[in-house]
């Protein structure tokens, strides 16, 4: 099996890896950036990126990442693609083990991501982008005073329904259950703000051509199916953290991996970055910030090992 060694070995190419990778090899760390797919992660599912700070006017997702990567590899850092198998530490060096190579280095960046939890029904992977959304501040703002249905019953199913809210006054929020998993508080402000709710029902389907058209529904008490017209599906049903890879090391209650402030976990040299990391808010902007401080912080760590 091939051996390769470098300084910094990041695993995930979304916004915090290329990021990352783009500031460890600008700083003069011997970089590679380990993809098992295309690079992009979420972003990729982001039609008008119109909130990233200087990116004015919006850009796609797609074009985002790839100015990402390149600005990264035009710095020097190195793309593989190729599907992590184990991570394993043995006095100051990590080995990344894929199905060919090893990839030995004394720092590593997980930037594995999360996924969100899809509904699994006809017509979601369709529409992704043509009013089904995950992420109500990215894609709120297309659907003003349109008809709005979210769908969920936690903290964040509820907060993002008062912000969109606020931007139409048209806004459903739809659970399976007979009451909200959200903190009361949280709750009583949605109400408050005119969202309606739709108890004990579920989504059967999305429908649409070119966009979402309407969501066929069916309440979970009597069975009874309707078709409720919308123009835009924004889905918090929660997020799945990439941690396979490292199930030792320490998470929130989410399953979300704790960092300190240099984005530094619980093994020294590793550090996590982006959506796979235990934080307030998830946007492309702080996912970019993780990666910048992980490699500073890689970049200091592996100087003191050296010296």
Known sequence: MEILDYDYVI???????LASAQYAARGGLKTV???????????????????????FPATGGVD????????????????KQCLVTSIDKTGNFFTVKTKET?????????????????????????????GVSYCAVCDGPFFTNKKILVVGGGDSACSEAVYLSSLSKNVKIIHRRSEFRAQKA???????????????TVIESINGTTKVESVSIMNVTDGRRTELPCDAVFIFTGMLPQTDLVEMLP??????????????????????????????FRQVVTAVSDGAVAAYAAEKYISKLMN
């Open 186 to 200: 949280v709750v009583d402000k949605m109400l408050a703000a005119g969202v309606q709710p739709i108890y004990d």
């Open 33 to 55: 950036v380990l993809e098992a797919m295309a690079p992009g992660g979420q972003l990729m599912q982001i039609t008008e990126l119109e909130n990233y700070p200087g990116v």
């Open 64 to 79: 985002f990442i790839e100015t990402l990567r390149n600005q990264a590899q035009a710095f020097g850092a190195e793309f």
């Open 251 to 280: 998470k929130d209650n989410n399953g979300y991996i704790i960092t300190d402030e240099n984005m530094q976990t619980a093994v020294p040299g590793l550090y996590a970055a982006g959506d796979v990391r235990s934080k307030p």
């Open 102 to 130: 090893v990839f030995k280095a004394p720092a590593v960046l997980l930037a594995t991501g999360a996924l969100h939890r899809n509904l699994e029904v006809p017509g979601e992977k369709e529409l992704t982008g043509r």
């Open 11 to 17: 695993i995930g190419s979304g916004a915090a890896g």
